[in-house]
């Protein structure tokens, strides 16, 4: 009984392949299993996986076994790091006086699985961020220039309500003076109003009463130009 390769040295994720050669001098149709084992640090064989002659292929979630008598083949499916040891096949004959015959053994080493260079890692992650990058730089220009928009129609809306005195009010405050408002001034002139007796009903001189005067009130309201000198004593 042979077993081979004397020594794998296999990445983590990929799965290694051992042959197990068997010679029987007289192949009488004698039966016959063959047993796989690991050994790990030196420590007593561990039985993982048995194939017998009449099948074919046997397979599980971590060996898959398959039968070319006088040649049996194991894989080892997704090798971790804790797949490391020594590996032989054991043959085991019925009725025949030798029963069990090992075989020689052979190493497996597991190392971690490769991590991708810089120089792959450094295109992804740019074209991975270049458009999230820009199209985050859009929305926020995006956002901007609606802000810029709003406000401007907001201020343009309270102007228009105002009747656009509002900006001449604010820039004149912002330059310091303000130009003085229009003042209507009223004037009151005085006038006498003499009611003359009629002459044609004339008193004797001896029965007329006193000459009596009344006075009476007229406002004629005028509305006139008032300069700065004006505006200014009118507000004292």
């Not at 046997?58 to 499916?77: D, R, S, V």
Request: charged share 20%; hydrophobic share 35%; net charge negative.
């Amino acid at each position: 009984v042979t077993f081979f390769p004397a020594v794998l040295t296999l990445p983590a994720g990929s799965s290694a392949t051992f042959f197990c050669n068997i010679s029987m001098e007289n192949d009488s149709g004698s039966e016959y299993s063959l047993n796989w084992y690991k050994e790990t640090n030196h420590s007593q064989a561990q039985k993982i996986a048995e194939i017998s002659r009449n099948n074919p292929q046997t397979k599980t979630e971590k060996y898959l076994l398959t039968n070319h008598t006088p040649a049996f083949k194991i894989e080892i499916l997704n090798l971790d790091q804790n797949d490391s040891g020594s590996y032989y096949c054991g043959l085991i004959t019925f009725f025949e006086p030798d029963k069990v015959m090992e075989s020689n053994r052979s190493h497996l080493v597991v190392t971690a699985a490769p991590e991708k260079t810089n120089a792959t890692d450094e295109p992804e992650m740019e074209e991975g961020s270049a458009p999230n990058h820009s199209r985050a730089v859009l929305v926020g220009i995006l956002l901007l220039t609606g802000a810029v928009v709003l406000l401007i129609f907001g201020y343009l809306t309270v102007t228009y309500r105002r009747g656009g005195t509002i900006p001449h009010r604010e820039h004149a405050a912002l330059r310091g003076w303000e130009k003085p408002p229009m003042v209507s001034i009223s004037t009151v002139d005085y006038g006498v109003l003499e009611f003359q007796w009629d002459q044609h009903t004339q008193v004797p001189p001896e029965t007329r009463p006193v000459d009596q005067t009344e006075y009476a009130t007229i406002v004629f309201p005028e509305e006139k130009p008032v300069t700065p000198e004006r505006g200014k004593k009118h507000q004292d």
